[in-house]
Nanobody, 124 residues
Framework: QVHLAESGGGRVQAGGSLRLSCSIV????????VGWFRQTPGMEREFVGR????????YVADSVKGRFTISRENAKNMMYLQMNDLAPQDTALYYC?????????????????WGQGTQVTVSS
Protein backbone atom coordinates (compact mmCIF):
# COMPACT_ATOMS: atom_id res chain seq x y z
CA GLN A 1 0.00 0.00 0.00
CA VAL A 2 1.11 3.52 -0.77
CA HIS A 3 -0.11 6.61 1.04
CA LEU A 4 0.09 10.13 -0.32
CA ALA A 5 -0.55 13.40 1.45
CA GLU A 6 -0.66 16.86 -0.10
CA SER A 7 0.08 20.12 1.65
CA GLY A 8 0.77 23.74 0.80
CA GLY A 9 -2.53 24.86 -0.64
CA GLY A 10 -4.10 28.16 0.26
CA ARG A 11 -5.47 31.41 -1.01
CA VAL A 12 -3.38 33.74 -3.15
CA GLN A 13 -3.97 36.70 -5.41
CA ALA A 14 -3.58 36.47 -9.16
CA GLY A 15 0.07 36.62 -10.13
CA GLY A 16 1.19 35.04 -6.89
CA SER A 17 2.95 31.77 -6.21
CA LEU A 18 2.43 28.64 -4.15
CA ARG A 19 4.40 25.46 -3.69
CA LEU A 20 2.51 22.24 -3.12
CA SER A 21 4.14 19.24 -1.49
CA CYS A 22 3.25 15.58 -1.68
CA SER A 23 4.68 12.98 0.66
CA ILE A 24 4.74 9.42 -0.59
CA VAL A 25 5.13 6.61 1.91
CA UNK A 26 4.66 2.86 1.94
CA UNK A 27 5.63 0.13 -0.47
CA UNK A 28 6.88 2.20 -3.40
CA UNK A 29 8.84 -0.58 -5.12
CA UNK A 30 6.42 -0.75 -8.07
CA UNK A 31 5.78 2.97 -8.44
CA UNK A 32 6.94 4.30 -11.82
CA UNK A 33 5.60 7.84 -11.78
CA VAL A 34 3.87 10.39 -9.59
CA GLY A 35 1.76 13.23 -10.83
CA TRP A 36 -0.37 16.22 -10.01
CA PHE A 37 -3.99 16.61 -11.00
CA ARG A 38 -6.64 19.18 -10.21
CA GLN A 39 -10.39 19.15 -10.05
CA THR A 40 -13.18 21.69 -9.77
CA PRO A 41 -16.76 20.87 -8.79
CA GLY A 42 -18.66 19.07 -11.54
CA MET A 43 -15.57 18.62 -13.69
CA GLU A 44 -13.33 15.66 -14.36
CA ARG A 45 -9.92 15.41 -12.74
CA GLU A 46 -7.46 17.27 -14.95
CA PHE A 47 -3.85 16.31 -15.55
CA VAL A 48 -1.35 18.98 -14.46
CA GLY A 49 1.98 17.20 -14.70
CA ARG A 50 3.96 14.13 -13.82
CA UNK A 51 7.48 13.05 -12.99
CA UNK A 52 9.05 9.64 -13.20
CA UNK A 53 9.82 7.98 -9.90
CA UNK A 54 13.56 8.46 -10.38
CA UNK A 55 12.97 12.13 -11.15
CA UNK A 56 14.63 11.92 -14.54
CA UNK A 57 11.69 12.96 -16.71
CA UNK A 58 8.95 15.49 -16.22
CA TYR A 59 5.99 16.57 -18.29
CA VAL A 60 3.47 19.31 -17.66
CA ALA A 61 0.20 20.14 -19.36
CA ASP A 62 0.17 22.92 -21.94
CA SER A 63 -2.20 24.92 -19.74
CA VAL A 64 0.47 25.33 -17.06
CA LYS A 65 3.66 25.10 -19.09
CA GLY A 66 6.05 27.90 -18.27
CA ARG A 67 4.29 28.60 -14.95
CA PHE A 68 4.30 25.29 -13.06
CA THR A 69 7.29 23.08 -12.33
CA ILE A 70 7.34 19.57 -10.90
CA SER A 71 10.27 18.21 -8.94
CA ARG A 72 11.17 15.25 -6.73
CA GLU A 73 13.27 14.87 -3.64
CA ASN A 74 14.01 11.19 -3.80
CA ALA A 75 15.71 10.82 -0.44
CA LYS A 76 12.64 12.20 1.30
CA ASN A 77 10.05 10.57 -0.96
CA MET A 78 8.61 13.97 -1.70
CA MET A 79 7.20 15.58 -4.81
CA TYR A 80 6.61 19.28 -5.32
CA LEU A 81 4.58 21.51 -7.59
CA GLN A 82 5.92 25.03 -7.84
CA MET A 83 3.15 27.26 -9.19
CA ASN A 84 4.00 30.75 -10.38
CA ASP A 85 1.93 33.48 -12.00
CA LEU A 86 -1.25 31.92 -10.71
CA ALA A 87 -4.55 32.85 -12.32
CA PRO A 88 -8.16 32.48 -11.13
CA GLN A 89 -8.62 29.57 -13.54
CA ASP A 90 -6.01 27.66 -11.55
CA THR A 91 -8.43 27.52 -8.61
CA ALA A 92 -9.08 23.85 -7.86
CA LEU A 93 -8.53 20.99 -5.48
CA TYR A 94 -5.07 19.67 -6.26
CA TYR A 95 -4.30 15.99 -5.88
CA CYS A 96 -1.12 13.97 -6.13
CA UNK A 97 -1.28 10.46 -7.48
CA UNK A 98 1.11 7.55 -7.89
CA UNK A 99 1.02 4.87 -10.51
CA UNK A 100 2.52 1.53 -11.37
CA UNK A 101 3.18 0.27 -14.88
CA UNK A 102 3.79 2.59 -17.81
CA UNK A 103 4.98 5.91 -16.46
CA UNK A 104 3.84 8.19 -19.28
CA UNK A 105 0.09 8.22 -18.73
CA UNK A 106 -1.86 11.42 -18.17
CA UNK A 107 -5.11 9.57 -17.53
CA UNK A 108 -6.14 9.73 -13.87
CA UNK A 109 -7.77 6.31 -14.25
CA UNK A 110 -4.29 4.84 -14.67
CA UNK A 111 -3.14 6.12 -11.29
CA UNK A 112 -3.38 3.66 -8.45
CA UNK A 113 -3.02 5.78 -5.32
CA TRP A 114 -4.26 9.23 -4.39
CA GLY A 115 -3.96 11.77 -1.65
CA GLN A 116 -6.89 13.67 -0.15
CA GLY A 117 -6.18 16.89 -2.02
CA THR A 118 -5.25 20.44 -1.07
CA GLN A 119 -7.32 23.45 -2.06
CA VAL A 120 -5.81 26.26 -4.10
CA THR A 121 -7.85 29.42 -4.49
CA VAL A 122 -6.67 32.29 -6.68
CA SER A 123 -8.52 35.58 -6.43
CA SER A 124 -8.49 38.25 -9.10
Amino acid sequence: QVHLAESGGGRVQAGGSLRLSCSIVGNTADITAVGWFRQTPGMEREFVGRITWNGAHTYVADSVKGRFTISRENAKNMMYLQMNDLAPQDTALYYCGAKRGISSSQNPKHYDYWGQGTQVTVSS
